[in-house]
């Protein structure tokens, strides 16, 4: 399955957008850290995982889905979010904790919800995958349109939620994809210390559906496979596991020494970095030139000032709202 | 974290002396082994098993996958069957993918065999909030896990305490839960409470489970708590001795057993309780303090007890909200302002 043009350069948009996203985030993130790295302090405090590497998962998944279709996040949720369509003012002000954020400041950034476009993510390991198929579930249910894709770590292929969540949606035959972005390392373990096979798209056997893997964080790659499973669920013809090799170009949160990497394998990385790959691509096939790349890079820069002008601006919520929206 | 004062006397975080317990036991007894994720190489996310790979290794110092039920079932499994594991669930926030195995099986295998089958482990957990990192990270659930019968639980305030609690966690033929709180790790980034880091003996001894300390003596009011709650409790303390108040400071240390005696000498002395708890609020430690003091005499006390405890509410990412949620020692000085008026 090929993009169209209009696809290949939304996906390179989202992408750029992702990480410029990211980028600010860890220079705000940082004010107030420095010189002594403390995780209450500055304008965005806690745990940040940043998502620079991961941005093909993305959109090569969320090209095809639509606002109605539902996505499962984890604890490193940005460059999905911004690929579903998640608000990204609202998006934004959550992660600094303000009035006008998706939850009021509440959630922080490891619990982002837009019920407009359906996207909703969590901080536990392996457990997006339940609600995952529990949505397919209602829509088919419901008669009503739309699929749902389970993002998760290779991490979390070796939780109990995912062997579970997989067999209920093989046995039930749900529309229900489930995607796994391998970074090759949760936290400081790396995946063959803790993974019984080299890669997870051959659990897929265990519960007799498809399992595809995608080699080399390739944006149209991915694209491709996310496109055949999804249409596949589409017309009803039951879930697919797909696995795809990744990078993590950051630290597991921010304020990760890192020193469990292997010498060289981050400025390894980096130079695979998916996005001047992708450009390249573009370039060549005469898809973008110097030009409308840079009108494009400075559209989605301002976009990204914009919503965090728009956070800055907006005030907390007193402190007392922490008392409601426990119910409805 | 090791600093050495000008008297000579060594200081350790809590993390140090829970490596440094766990690292003697180890020497010890061949039995003893670490599981957990990121408890390997990294030494653990929050510090408490620093240098227990380099010295025993990949065998005994065991980085899991992201596997809770099955790691902490197979703590349950190697502990009856001999070995004396000790488990690290990272954060106690995520005893929810994996309670079975800790409340059905290591709570209870003791009972159901008819006391034939020991569990002889400790899982290790985190706990505690204050940096913004929200309510799947942030909790404490003392409170959830003391309530459930065949399982110990400690929760220490300060190195001294902690060292000495890890050694007699690793004797115990009993399951014991260890609630180490965040903000007590010594781990800069998580803001670090001074308090908590205190002189240590180097040789290895233990404390015993289920006794609380009276930190600080009184006789106007007792402030009961535990972990991070002492230290607001000792400076709230220290503002009431300002104003010419004489609190006593009751660090529990144990929450099961719970010396309920030491809880009942203290109370009776002073007259007032107020109890200071970052765990919920409803259903849970602050309730049963109480409950333990005026079941047993109802006329020991000169005004109703009190509670400082986290509001029923997931808790909160902004600071504004969960720095305005959790107990202080200004809220602990209020209740007491409070209970003198009425
Ligand atoms: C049930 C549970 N166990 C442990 C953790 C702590 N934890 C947070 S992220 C992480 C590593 C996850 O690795 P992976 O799933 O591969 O995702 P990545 O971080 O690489 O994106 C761990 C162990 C958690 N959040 N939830």
């Known amino acids: 399955m090929q993009p169209t043009t209009e696809q290949r350069l939304w996906m390179y948009r989202h992408m750029v957008l992702s990480r410029y996203l990211e980028e600010r985030i860890e220079s705000l993130y940082m004010e107030g850290k420095t010189p002594v790295f403390n995780m209450a302090k500055g304008p965005i405090p806690g745990e940040m995982h940043l998502s620079n590497g991961q941005e093909p998962c993305a959109v090569g998944v969320c090209a095809h889905l639509d606002p109605e279709d539902i996505v499962t996040a984890t604890h490193r949720p940005h460059h999905i979010a911004v690929a579903k369509g998640v608000d990204l003012d609202a998006m934004v002000a959550e992660i600094f904790g303000k009035a006008t954020g998706l939850a009021g400041g509440r959630g922080g950034h490891m619990h ?47 939780q109990g939620a995912f062997h579970e969540a997989l067999n209920l949606a093989a046995v039930w035959q749900l529309p229900v994809v489930f995607v796994i972005e391998d970074n090759a390392w949760g936290i400081s373990v790396a995946k063959q210390a803790s993974t019984a096979v080299p890669r997870n798209d051959r659990r897929a056997a265990a519960y007799d559906m498809p399992g595809v893997h995608v080699a080399d964080n390739d944006v149209e790659a991915i694209f491709s496979a996310a ?81 965090i002008r728009f956070a800055q601006d907006s005030e907390f919520l007193p402190p007392e709202a922490a008392l409601e929206a426990v119910f409805v | 974290m090791t600093t050495t004062t000008s008297a000579g006397t060594r200081k350790l975080t809590i993390a140090r002396a ?65 070995m004396r594991p000790i488990v690290e669930l990272m954060f106690v926030d995520f005893f929810g993918v994996c309670m079975d195995a ?61 060292k000495g609690l890890m050694t007699a966690a690793i004797h115990d033929d009993n ?25 240590v003996p180097e040789e290895s001894y233990t404390l015993e489970i289920g006794k609380a300390a009276v930190v600080r003596e009184g006789h106007d009011v007792t402030l009961v708590s535990l972990a991070a709650g002492v230290h607001h409790c000792l400076r709230a303390a220290q503002a009431l001795e300002d104003e010419g108040f004489s609190a006593e400071v009751v660090d529990l240390r144990s929450l099961v057993p719970l010396d309920r005696e030491t809880l009942r000498a203290s109370v009776a002395k002073t007259g007032r309780l107020i109890v200071v708890d970052e765990d919920y609020h409803s259903f849970g430690v602050s309730g049963e303090i109480i409950a333990s003091v005026v079941e047993h005499d109802h006329a020991c006390l000169k005004a109703a007890p009190r509670r400082v405890a986290y509001p029923d509410i ?29």
């Open chain 1, 112 to 158: 982002l919800f837009d019920a407009k476009v359906n996207f909703s993510c969590s901080g536990i390991i392996g457990e997006g995958l339940g609600p995952a198929v529990g949505a397919a579930l209602s829509r088919k249910l419901q008669g009503k349109p739309g699929v749902a894709v389970a993002f998760m770590g290779e991490g979390a292929a070796n």
């Open chain 1, 227 to 307: 496109g055949e499973a999804i249409a596949r669920v589409r017309e009803g013809q039951g879930p697919t596991l797909i696995e795809i090799e990744t990078a993590r170009l950051a630290g597991h949160f921010m304020g990760d020494g890192e020193d469990y990497r292997p010498k060289g394998e981050k400025e390894g990385l980096k130079q695979r970095d998916p996005i001047p790959r992708y450009r390249k691509q573009l370039l060549d096939a005469g898809l973008l030139d110097d030009a409308s790349d840079d009108t494009l890079v400075e559209g989605a820069h301002a976009r990204v000032e914009a919503a």
């Open chain 2, 18 to 82: 829970m490596a440094e317990a766990t690292a003697q036991e180890m020497r010890n007894d061949p039995r003893v082994f670490v599981m957990g994720e990121d408890i390997g190489p990294l030494g653990g996310v929050f510090g408490n098993t620093r240098g227990l790979y380099d010295e025993f290794g990949p065998e005994r110092v065991r980085d899991t996958p992201i596997s809770e039920t099955a790691f902490i079932g197979a703590a349950v499994g190697a502990a009856s069957d001999g």
């Open chain 2, 102 to 162: 800790i409340y059905n099986l290591m709570a209870k295998n003791t009972y159901f065999s008819g006391g034939k089958v020991k569990v002889p482990m400790v899982l290790m957990t985190s706990t505690g909030g204050g940096y913004s990192d929200a309510g799947q990270h942030s909790q404490c659930l003392y409170g959830t896990f003391a309530h459930l019968p065949g399982m110990k639980v400690v929760a220490p305030s300060n190195a001294y305490d902690a």
């Open chain 2, 175 to 199: 399951p014991v839960v260890f609630m180490y709180h965040k903000s007590l790790q010594g781990m800069g980034w998580l803001g670090t409470e001074k308090g908590a880091t205190v002189p």
């Open chain 2, 314 to 342: 997931p808790i909160p990412f902004a600071p504004t909200m969960e720095q305005w949620a959790l107990p202080n020692a200004d809220k602990i000085v209020d209740a007491f302002h409070q209970m003198m008026l009425s």
